[in-house]
């Protein structure tokens, strides 16, 4: 075997190698959509979070869930609990998370995924049915701990 031969050889191994890994692993775009869905992990935990302070225990009742999604409505509802304003707002979007409030206690507060179960597995964090992979929500009750 020749000396060009050989070159020709060794790079188009490396070429399938690079090809194979970026297959495998995923690239570029499949990395930059799993970090903004793990920024919406956090931002979506960071608003349950949030919006459960209503939950503390040494409160008698507990007081309602705010009827929209806002810094100032939820700190009326919570007012020791910092929560910044752009966490309420897809980083990739710019569009506000979803908020519903299902009555006084219950609530959804929902993104959309790339892949909403990759997002779980990669945030172990979730508690066990707290996050929906299919609707790209999380559920929560105030009063919950």
């Given at each position: 075997m020749n000396a060009r031969?050989?070159?020709?050889?060794?790079?188009?191994?490396?070429?399938?190698?690079?090809?194979?890994?970026?297959?495998?692993?995923g690239g570029p775009l499949t990395a930059r959509r799993e970090?903004?869905?793990d920024a919406r992990v956090s931002d979506?935990?960071?608003?349950?979070?949030?919006l459960r302070c209503s939950a503390r225990k040494d409160e008698d009742p507990i007081p309602a869930l705010p009827e929209t999604?806002?810094?100032?409505?939820?700190?009326?509802?919570?007012p020791k609990e910092?929560?910044?304003e752009h966490v309420l707002t897809d980083a990739e979007s710019g569009a506000a998370y979803a908020y519903t409030r299902h009555d006084d206690r219950t609530f959804s507060i929902c993104a959309g995924f790339y892949d909403a179960e990759g997002a779980r597995t990669r945030?172990?964090?979730?508690?066990f049915g707290e996050f929906d992979t299919g609707t790209g929500c999380i559920n929560g009750t105030s009063g919950e701990d």
């Open positions: 031969t050989f070159l020709i050889l060794t790079v188009g191994a490396v070429l399938l190698a690079v090809i194979a890994a970026v297959v495998t692993v970090k903004f869905d979506l935990k960071a608003i349950a979070t949030a999604l806002s810094v100032a409505a939820r700190k009326a509802v919570c910092a929560l910044a945030n172990s964090a979730f508690r």
